[in-house]
Antibody, heavy 123, light 108 residues
Framework: QLQLQESGPGLVKPSETLSLTCTVSGASISSSGSYWGWIRQPPGKGLEWIGSLYSSGTTYYNPSLKSRVTISVDTSKNQFSLRLSSVTAADTAAYYC???????????????WGQGTLVTVSS | DIQMTQSPSSLSASVGDRVTVTCRASQRISSYLNWYQQKPGKAPKLLIYAASSLQSGVPSRFSGSGSGTDFSLTISSLQPEDSATYYCQQSYTTPGLTFGGGTQVQIK
């Protein structure tokens, strides 16, 4: 059974870099037909796609965050990571990783999701 | 960018009621539309993919329909455990994705 688990600091200071890792178990991150993505949710608000990565290392980012985001993969550890630089209080959110699974006709959806991790930006 | 607009933003209904949540895309997205359920403190869970396909393990009282710009999620007989927030998400511009603002469903 495929499972994803986020890990990383729960508190980050303003202007610093937020770093999170998603560990994938139950399947290889190199398996074809999947992208791997990060999504966030500020407290009490909706979901925002941050970016996605293919196992080859190809990445796609939300244009609104692109200048501050880096997503990378470590296939040897079956992990992928998120770095978000120059954070402010507006980056306080629950951060989720998820598999973006592809099917026929390029249909795709996010499943499963990690349980999420709350990151607070505060001094 | 494709914008996704959900309505209503919240609703309250009784157990056994038929409930419908709508989602409108700012441009045509064919059937590239997914629905998720999120309960407080939990990660979203996939309910419907490709507009109308029921994810394995999801109760059959949930159904999705629509194509183009207008979509709907229907709960045929609302149950207490269906109290949650529901999000639509377009996958037409994949890998770039966008979500609707969410609809909170409460039980009267």
């Amino acid at each position: 059974q495929l499972q994803l688990q986020e890990s990383g600091p729960g508190l980050v200071k303003p202007s610093e870099t937020l770093s999170l890792t998603c560990t994938v178990s139950g399947a290889s991150i190199s398996s074809s037909g999947s992208y791997w993505g990060w999504i966030r949710q500020p407290p009490g608000k909706g979901l925002e796609w941050i970016g996605s990565l293919y196992s080859s290392g190809t990445t796609y980012y939300n244009p609104s965050l692109k200048s501050r985001v880096t997503i990378s993969v470590d296939t040897s550890k079956n992990q992928f990571s998120l770095r978000l630089s120059s954070v402010t209080a507006a980056d306080t959110a629950a951060y989720y990783c998820a598999r973006n699974l592809y099917s026929t006709n390029n249909q795709n959806w996010l499943d499963p999701w990690g349980q999420g991790t709350l990151v607070t930006v505060s001094s | 960018d494709i914008q996704m607009t959900q309505s209503p933003s919240s609703l309250s209904a009784s157990v056994g009621d038929r409930v419908t949540v709508t989602c409108r895309a700012s441009q045509r997205i064919s059937s590239y539309l997914n629905w998720y359920q999120q309960k407080p403190g939990k990660a979203p869970k996939l309910l419907i993919y490709a507009a109308s396909s029921l994810q394995s393990g999801v109760p059959s009282r949930f159904s999705g329909s629509g194509s183009g710009t207008d979509f709907s999620l229907t709960i045929s007989s609302l149950q207490p455990e269906d109290s949650a927030t529901y999000y639509c998400q377009q996958s037409y511009t994949t890998p770039g994705l966008t979500f609707g603002g969410g609809t909170q469903v409460q039980i009267k």
